[in-house]
């Protein structure tokens, strides 16, 4: 690889940068330059840096701000002699995502340790000079500026975009085995460029940082905190399909991690555990036919003629009674039969149900007065209900481990 030709050095001989910043841009004309002053304003003169805006032909002409940026620097700098931080533009041609955009800066960086950041003042530069300074003393380290330890907070955030952030965070933790990282989906980390040596990223979407911890945990990772605000200027690129691109990242980490990194007793242990959990779906989803039959039945089929009300409320309670029944046998292969160990084992599922219920209606209720639309809020609702379901009867009506 060919190396930068203008930098200049401070107490070294070698022309490598020891630092490239990785800035991935789409539509952020009005922030970056003021972005890049800021950063200058921010690392010490003896660090020589690099910084990569990876732009993918934004319409707003960001690219080309960037580049006018950078020839009015040169003419300057040839004037005052103070380049130690060289700036450059990689031009894609079209919007590719945001993965692809920092892959092809972190391929294209000369630096010894590679930072990558927003370039829209979510991630402060005044953050920078912490990270350099756990880069230094932690040997070949990843560092991960986070929003969710101590210390740190967000900023200009609304409830949905938090609670999604929250969750999404939360699955990730849970099944891919980085839970003791607070933030693995900070889009704000750094890392010795030897960490990725090995290492195919073949993930799409926002989630970089998460495919990087996944595959190389021998690494030492450290979180620091800081303060995360939301952009001021311009909107966010996050849609429907950066949703769809992470459940599908997360499904192909989670095998990768299956293959890789787990052994015969944790692979045992998650084909159990999403076994029973498809089966207790599947139960639901019975519960659901069993409930809108029975109640169709009572009010206006052939059987009787009850008043509507009763005959919902008879539906319902079948309907928990045959899921009882099914989770019984078939989800958790429980065979106790004793009268006593049935009815407190009914009724402990009885209360579960109800406790689920209250808990979608309470979530329905916050997220619709928090200008949450009725469709998401429903769906959110209805998830958080049902594994709140799962979980708990799991672990109290039939006595099981949560995990296997
Ligand atoms: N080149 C390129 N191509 N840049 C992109 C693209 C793309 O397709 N999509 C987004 N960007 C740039 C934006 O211009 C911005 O600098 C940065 O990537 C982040 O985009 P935002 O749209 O501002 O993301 P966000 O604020 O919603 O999400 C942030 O938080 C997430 C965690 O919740 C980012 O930091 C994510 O990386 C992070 O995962
Ligand atoms: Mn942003």
């Not at 940068?17 to 952020?28: A, D, G, M, R």
């Not at 020839?71 to 060289?86: T, Y």
């Not at 940082?209 to 905190?225: D, G, N, Q, S, Y």
Request: net charge positive.
């Amino acid at each position: 690889m060919q190396q930068p030709d203008n930098v200049k050095l401070f107490g070294s001989k070698t022309t490598a940068p020891q630092l490239s910043i990785v800035i991935p841009t789409y539509n952020e004309a009005e922030n970056i330059v003021n972005l890049l002053k800021s950063i200058k304003k921010n690392i010490d003169n003896d660090i020589l840096t690099e910084i990569i805006v990876v732009d993918d032909n934004s319409p707003d002409g960001t690219g080309k701000l960037v580049d006018d940026y950078i020839k009015n620097l040169d003419q300057s700098n040839r004037k005052e002699e103070n380049g130690v931080i060289r700036i450059r533009t990689i031009h894609r041609k079209q919007k590719e995502g945001l993965i692809q955009a920092i892959l092809q800066g972190i391929a294209s960086a000369f630096g010894e340790h590679i930072l990558i950041m927003d370039a829209d003042f979510s991630h402060p530069p005044e953050t920078i000079p912490i990270i350099i300074e756990n880069l230094q003393k932690n040997d070949k380290c990843i560092i991960v500026a986070s929003r969710y330890i101590k210390g740190s907070c967000i900023e200009g955030w609304k409830l949905k975009r938090r609670i999604l952030s929250f969750g999404a965070n939360s699955i990730a933790r849970l099944s891919l085995n980085v839970g003791n990282i607070r933030d693995p989906m900070s889009g704000f980390f750094a890392f010795h460029k030897s960490s990725i040596e090995n290492i195919q990223f073949n993930t799409k979407g926002y989630k970089i940082l998460l495919e990087l911890l996944v595959k190389c945990r021998k690494t030492k990772v450290i979180e620091i905190p800081y303060v995360f605000t939301d952009r001021k200027i311009g909107k966010s690129k996050m849609n429907h399909m950066t949703i769809l691109n992470y459940l599908h990242s997360l499904w192909k980490l989670y095998r990768y991690g299956k293959n890789e990194n787990l052994n015969s007793q944790d692979i045992k242990n998650s084909i159990k555990f999403f076994s029973k959990t498809g089966r207790f779906f599947t139960v639901g989803a019975s519960g659901l036919l069993v409930n809108y039959l029975v109640s169709i039945l009572l009010s206006s089929g052939l059987q009787a003629k009850l008043w509507y009300m009763e005959s919902t409320s008879i539906g319902i309670i079948v309907s928990i009674s045959s899921n009882f029944i099914l989770n019984k046998l078939w989800t958790f292969g429980d065979r106790d039969f004793s009268p006593r160990h049935l009815v407190k084992q009914y009724l402990l599922f009885f209360i579960i149900c109800s406790l689920g219920a209250s808990l979608q209606l309470a979530l329905v209720y916050t997220l619709v007065e928090s200008h949450v639309s009725y469709e998401w809020s429903l769906l959110f609702a209805v998830v958080a209900a049902s594994v709140s379901n799962f979980i708990l009867n799991k672990r109290f009506t039939f006595k099981e481990k949560i995990w296997g």
